[in-house]
């Protein structure tokens, strides 16, 4: 499981501060991994979402189960094209870390091989 911890002494970790899923569709992953850790397991949940229907549903869902709008953030943005500010912030003072990081592959998303996203450091071939 995610919330196992690095160092195998500490055992599963019982409480996070950020946790961030880049895909997040309707939310869902985010929300099984809350349950797992108890309703004040994660201080913040982060999620960012392409299409826009989902989007809407992903924020409606956190509300539905019983969040507060301080407990989450959720995006609409594209991940390959990394178009979410906080995440370039450039003063590593202000920069976010998070304690997990969460995903389901993007099954759906059609990527377009058309060179724009051929020149990004998270394509290279090293």
Same mark, same amino acid.
């Given at each position: ?16 501060? +950020?946790?961030?899923? /880049?895909?997040?569709?309707? %939310?869902?992953? *985010?929300? #099984?991994?809350?349950?797992? =850790? ?29 969040? +507060?709008?301080?407990? /989450?953030?959720?995006?609409? %943005?594209?991940? *390959?094209? #990394?178009?979410?500010?906080? =995440? ?39």
């Amino acid at each position: 499981m995610i919330l196992d911890s690095q160092e195998p002494k500490l055992g599963k970790k019982k409480k996070l501060d +950020k946790i961030v899923d /880049f895909a997040c569709g309707s %939310g869902s992953l *985010l929300l #099984n991994v809350r349950n797992q =850790l108890g309703k004040d397991g994660i201080n913040k949940i982060y999620g960012q979402e392409k299409n826009i229907t989902t989007y809407n549903l992903a924020r409606m869902n956190m509300l539905l189960h019983g969040m +507060k709008d301080s407990e /989450f953030v959720i995006h609409h %943005g594209d991940s *390959l094209f #990394n178009d979410w500010d906080i =995440l370039n912030e450039a003063n590593p003072a202000r920069k976010l870390h998070f304690d997990a990081v969460v995903a389901n592959p993007p099954f759906s998303y059609r990527r377009d091989p058309n060179g724009a996203l051929e020149d990004d450091f998270r394509f290279k071939n090293y």
